[in-house]
């Protein structure tokens, strides 16, 4: 990779160290570009007009996520984040009393919201897979806790704040003989890890555009497997997603195009389109070298400061790094090294409620790299993690 090329390409990092990438990474200039042309198109000739002239090129968003993640383009449907795209495939299933979810002790706050709400609505069980000593979720506790009953297994692929990436190809494999739905959230993976949904055998799976994709905010697919789309009943119906053929009658989409809305944001469609481009030109194993390396140099430095604990857990680790500093909050500390230009996010007990308490932790200071960050900026955070750590503990 050409480092020094890719930050040029994006005008953000002349202005910051910008380690918020799980956040929402900076965009390179050709995905904000692709967003503003598409807009001014829309001022000077009108929204509809342009969608219509751009149909096309429009459509084309289809069949690049489709080869990012190798799946076909009736498999992929565009939604606004990964949340709504989660939660349109979590009640599309056809839940009944007595089903069991199984999930990960890392599971997402607005997933484990969701099945607290099934929850009240009927009697299911929802049931957490314990962690490996290492802290992944163990595929053989999960083999153990398989039978007939259980209706889903939903597992998060990169957490929110652990640093890990859940084996889901190896958790694919053991649920195969199974007739359970297996949903992965991959919002912090897709533009990170090398995602394949027929190496993970998924039914569904959510993303996002704005974290490891680049892409702009407000963007967002779920994949739906083909084979699967007549088990599942999308919780909203429009006259995109459905059409009303009779007084009495309508008729759903057979693509995974049903789980869509009529009214989108183009624009950010373009932007998304141009970002999964961007990734799939770099490809995305070189991504996933890139990003292992300098999260791997950032976790030693950091761990060799004094009163700094790094919290980052399991046998594989992607580019989010997790630490706290003793005597100082995290808020303080993200205040501090914004005011060096440095970003990062808090993370606190209420994104990751299982896991944090599990591991007796109240926030987390989240610094997660990409591939244009560069070792300087490394050194450079890591002196201001010293210098704040120092002020906090003289
Ligand atoms: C693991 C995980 N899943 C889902 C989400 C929600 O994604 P979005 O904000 O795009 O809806 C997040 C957001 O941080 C996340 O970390």
Same mark, same amino acid.
């Given at each position: 990779m050409n480092i020094d090329k890719l930050r040029n390409q994006t005008p953000g990092t002349s202005h910051v160290i910008h380690f918020n990438n799980a956040g929402a990474s900076l965009m390179p200039s050709t995905v904000s570009e692709s967003v503003i042309s598409f807009l001014k198109k829309e001022?000077?000739?009108?929204?509809?007009?342009?969608?219509?002239?751009?149909?096309?090129q429009i459509d084309q968003v289809y069949p690049v996520i489709a080869t990012f993640i190798n799946a076909t383009p009736q498999e992929i449907a565009l939604q606004e984040n990964a949340t709504m795209a989660w939660n349109m495939a979590f009640w599309a299933i056809d839940f009944q009393p007595g089903d069991r979810i199984l999930t990960s002790v890392s599971e997402y706050a607005s997933n484990y919201i969701a099945y607290l709400? %099934?929850?009240? /609505?009927? !009697?299911?069980? $929802?049931?957490?897979?314990?962690? *490996?000593?290492?802290?992944?979720? #163990?595929?053989?506790? %999960?083999?153990? /806790?398989? !039978?007939?009953? $259980?209706?889903?297994?939903?597992? *998060?692929?990169i957490p929110t704040n #652990?640093?890990?990436?859940?084996?889901?190809?190896?958790?694919?494999?053991?649920?195969?003989?199974?007739?359970?739905?297996?949903?992965v959230d991959a919002c912090q993976s897709v533009g990170h890890y090398p995602v394949d949904v027929k190496k993970i055998g998924c039914d569904m799976l959510s993303a996002t555009g704005r974290k490891?994709?680049?892409?702009?905010?407000?963007?967002?697919?779920?994949?739906?497997?083909?084979?699967?789309?007549?088990?599942?009943t999308p919780p909203f119906l429009d006259l995109h997603s459905a059409e009303w053929i009779k007084k009495e009658e309508y008729r759903v989409r057979n693509d995974a195009r049903q789980f869509e809305n009529w009214e989108t944001n183009y624009a950010g469609v373009m932007g998304l389109k141009e970002a999964v481009s961007y990734a799939t030109n770099l490809g995305i194993s070189n991504i996933w070298k890139r990003i292992t390396t300098l999260a791997s140099t950032l976790r030693n430095t950091l761990s060799q400061i004094s009163n700094v604990s790094v919290h980052d857990i399991g046998t594989t680790q992607g580019g989010i790094v997790t630490f706290t500093i003793d005597n100082i909050s995290a808020e303080l500390i993200q205040q501090k090294l914004s005011s060096n230009d440095i970003n990062v996010s808090v993370s606190r007990k209420s994104s990751t409620r299982l896991d944090m308490e599990q591991r007796s932790l109240d926030q987390l200071i989240r610094a997660s790299v990409?591939?244009?960050?560069?070792?300087?900026?490394?050194?450079?955070?890591?002196?201001a993690v010293r210098a704040i750590s120092t002020q906090a503990n003289p």
């Open positions: 001022t000077l000739r009108g929204g509809y007009e342009t969608a219509n002239n751009y149909r096309d709400k %099934l929850q009240k /609505m009927m !009697d299911i069980s $929802v049931e957490v897979i314990p962690n *490996t000593d290492a802290g992944m979720t #163990s595929v053989e506790a %999960l083999s153990s /806790m398989l !039978d007939e009953k $259980v209706k889903l297994v939903s597992i *998060t692929h #652990s640093g890990l990436v859940n084996s889901v190809e190896q958790i694919g494999d053991i649920i195969k003989p199974y007739s359970c739905l297996y949903l490891y994709l680049r892409g702009p905010r407000g963007t967002g697919f779920l994949y739906v497997n083909n084979e699967i789309l007549t088990q599942l990409h591939y244009y960050n560069t070792e300087k900026e490394i050194s450079t955070f890591s002196d």
